[in-house]
């Protein structure tokens, strides 16, 4: 069965430092990998996606992410953090042909200090 | 192009009473998917329907059940409702024209059980 680990709830980090958000991910069968943000009382947004060709995915706001399909992670990562990166992210993986379910991680919150 | 809307964004109800949440989906968006969101649980998938047709179901009980009318606008009802069904309702639509599209989130509904 799929699942979807985040290895971190809590990332603390200060302005204009790097991040790493941490993503592993199991499942027997090809997959589909993103990576979500959400802002208070929203909804999710979109960051980035991996459905094939270059491990190395650029995505909005300065974010990108690497599959490594060995270590069957999809870790965020950006090089220069902003006060408004402040959110939760989620990891989510999707099965071929099951395009409509999404399984999440549990969430990672980024806090950006000035 | 008007995003995915939710109604109510807030409804508060006691034990017992049961719920409809609406989704409308992006024009031309064919596939509804539903999830709920709690503090505990995190993000877990409730199921998707495409052409009026539940197409995946996640691992909730019966009293949650969805429909989708004709226009692709989609229904959520949560009978007999526990203290535990407290949570963030999202939908998202996406077109389902292949084994991957991507999934565009509405705002959610926050259901309060009192």
Redesign the interface.
């Known amino acids: 069965a799929q699942s979807v680990t985040q290895l971190d709830s809590q990332v603390p980090v200060f302005e204009e430092a790097p991040v790493e958000l941490r993503c592993n991910y199991s499942s027997s069968v090809s997959v ?1 990998l993103f990576w ?1 943000v959400q802002y208070p ?6 960051l980035l ?1 991996y ?1 094939s060709g270059s491990t190395l995915v650029k995505g909005i706001n300065g974010f990108e992410a690497e599959f490594n399909k060995s270590q069957t992670s999809f870790h965020l990562r950006k090089p220069s953090v902003h006060i408004s990166d402040t959110a939760e992210y ?1 990891c ?1 993986v ?1 099965e ?12 990672t919150e980024l806090s950006v200090k000035p | 192009k008007a995003g995915v809307t939710q109604t109510p964004r807030y409804l508060i109800k006691t034990r017992g009473q049961q719920v409809t949440l609406s989704c409308s989906p992006i024009s031309g968006h064919r596939s509804v998917s539903w999830y709920q969101q709690t503090p505990g649980q995190g993000l877990q998938f409730l199921f998707e329907y495409f052409s009026e047709t539940q197409r995946n179901k996640g691992n909730f009980p019966g009293r949650f059940s969805g429909r989708q009318f004709s226009n692709s606008r989609s229904e959520m009802n949560v009978s007999t409702l526990e203290l535990g069904d407290s949570a963030l309702y999202l939908c998202a639509s996406s077109s389902r024209t292949s084994s991957y599209n991507e999934q565009f989130f509405g705002p959610g509904t926050r259901l309060t059980v009192l």
């Open positions: 589909y979500y009382n929203q909804g999710l947004q979109l996606k459905l989620f989510a999707s071929d042909n099951q395009g409509g379910k999404l399984i999440f991680g549990q969430g």
